[in-house]
C-alpha cells in the first residue's frame, strides 16, 4: 500500500463516522479501523495534503488581552515547514525526543507539526513542571532537545544533560532563538520516512499513584485513535 492509500484509507474511516453522527448503530456497522499501510506520516502525508491552498481557518486563538488571531491550514503548513528546515539545521534528527513545553499558542501547534515532519518524536510538557519534574522528564525521557518559552528557561539551568534549547522569545545562550524559523527557505518536499509503527509521540502520565510513567504512541495509532474522539465530541468539517 502507497502513502496515498493510506491516506484515502484514513478519510474514507473519517467521512463514515462524519457521515453517520446522529446514528450510533449504523457508525458501528460501517466503520473500521483504516489500514494506513506500512508507511504513514500524519503531518506529511494527511495534514499538508489537505492543507495545500487551503485558506480555511485551521486555529484561531483569542487572548485574555483581546487579541483574536487566526491561521489557515495552508499558514500552518508553511509555518511548520520553515520550522522544519530550522529545527534540522540546529541538530533535530528523526528519532530525537523533542519536549515541547509551550501554552496555548501558535508556536505549539506548529512545532507538533514540525517535529512529525521530521521524523522526531515529540514529547509534550506543561509549563507548570518545575526543575525537579524537569530533571526526571529529560532524563527518563532521553531527551535531546527543548523548545519553549524564554520565561521558562531558569527551570532548565541546573539540569544535567547535553540537550539542544529553542525558546521562543529573547534567551541567553545557549539557548537558539525559535524565531530564527522565520527566515528559513521551506523545502519543496520533505524526504521523511516513516514507518507507521515508528514512535511519534511519548508522554507522561499524571503520576497519582506512583512516578509518571512513559506512554508511546506511534503514527499509526495517535491519529487513527483521534477518529474515535472526533465521533464521540461531535467534530465534523468546519
Same mark, same amino acid.
Request: proline share 7%.
Given at each position: 500500500?502507497?502513502?496515498?492509500?493510506?491516506?484515502?484509507?484514513?478519510?474514507?474511516?473519517?467521512?463514515? !463516522?462524519?457521515?453517520?453522527?446522529?446514528?450510533?448503530?449504523?457508525?458501528?456497522?460501517?466503520?473500521?479501523?483504516?489500514?494506513?499501510?506500512?508507511?504513514?506520516?500524519?503531518?506529511?502525508?494527511?495534514?499538508?495534503?489537505?492543507?495545500?491552498?487551503? !485558506?480555511? +481557518?485551521?486555529?484561531?486563538?483569542?487572548?485574555?488581552? &483581546? +487579541?483574536?488571531?487566526?491561521?489557515?491550514?495552508?499558514?500552518?503548513?508553511?509555518?511548520?515547514?520553515? *520550522?522544519?528546515?530550522?529545527?534540522?539545521?540546529?541538530?533535530?534528527?528523526? &528519532?530525537?525526543?523533542?519536549?515541547?513545553?509551550?501554552?496555548?499558542?501558535?508556536? !505549539?501547534?506548529?512545532?507538533? *507539526?514540525?517535529?512529525?515532519?521530521?521524523?522526531?518524536?515529540?514529547?509534550?510538557?506543561?509549563?507548570? *513542571?518545575?526543575?525537579?519534574?524537569?530533571?526526571?522528564?529529560? &532524563?527518563?525521557?532521553?531527551?535531546?532537545?527543548?523548545?519553549?518559552?524564554?520565561?521558562?528557561?531558569?527551570?532548565?539551568?541546573?539540569?544535567?544533560?547535553?540537550?539542544?534549547?529553542?525558546?521562543?522569545?529573547?534567551?541567553?545562550?545557549?539557548?537558539?532563538?525559535?524565531?530564527?524559523?522565520?527566515?528559513?527557505?521551506?523545502?519543496?518536499?520533505?524526504?521523511?520516512?516513516?514507518?507507521?509503527?515508528?514512535?511519534?509521540?511519548?508522554?507522561?502520565?499524571?503520576?497519582?499513584?506512583?512516578?509518571?510513567?512513559?506512554?508511546?504512541?506511534?503514527?499509526?495509532?495517535?491519529?487513527?485513535?483521534?477518529?474515535?474522539?472526533?465521533?464521540?465530541?461531535? *467534530?465534523?468539517? &468546519?
Amino acid at each position: 500500500m502507497d502513502r496515498t492509500t493510506g491516506r484515502e484509507a484514513y478519510r474514507a474511516a473519517r467521512d463514515i !463516522l462524519v457521515r453517520h453522527r446522529d446514528d450510533y448503530d449504523a457508525a458501528v456497522a460501517a466503520f473500521h479501523w483504516p489500514d494506513i499501510g506500512s508507511r504513514f506520516n500524519w503531518a506529511l502525508d494527511w495534514f499538508d495534503p489537505v492543507a495545500a491552498g487551503n !485558506l480555511r +481557518t485551521a486555529l484561531r486563538i483569542m487572548g485574555e488581552n &483581546g +487579541t483574536d488571531d487566526s491561521y489557515s491550514f495552508a499558514e500552518m503548513a508553511a509555518r511548520s515547514d520553515r *520550522l522544519t528546515t530550522s529545527l534540522a539545521a540546529g541538530g533535530v534528527a528523526p &528519532g530525537d525526543r523533542v519536549m515541547v513545553m509551550l501554552g496555548n499558542q501558535v508556536e !505549539l501547534w506548529e512545532s507538533m *507539526l514540525a517535529v512529525m515532519k521530521l521524523g522526531a518524536v515529540i514529547m509534550p510538557a506543561t509549563t507548570a *513542571l518545575g526543575p525537579k519534574d524537569l530533571v526526571d522528564r529529560v &532524563g527518563r525521557g532521553e531527551v535531546r532537545h527543548v523548545i519553549t518559552n524564554a520565561d521558562q528557561v531558569d527551570k532548565f539551568a541546573e539540569i544535567p544533560g547535553d540537550f539542544g534549547r529553542i525558546a521562543i522569545g529573547d534567551a541567553p545562550r545557549p539557548w537558539r532563538p525559535y524565531r530564527l524559523a522565520d527566515a528559513a527557505a521551506p523545502p519543496s518536499r520533505l524526504a521523511t520516512q516513516t514507518a507507521a509503527d515508528d514512535p511519534m509521540l511519548i508522554y507522561f502520565t499524571s503520576g497519582t499513584t506512583s512516578r509518571p510513567k512513559l506512554v508511546e504512541h506511534p503514527h499509526r495509532s495517535y491519529p487513527v485513535g483521534h477518529l474515535s474522539t472526533m465521533y464521540f465530541l461531535g *467534530l465534523r468539517p &468546519g
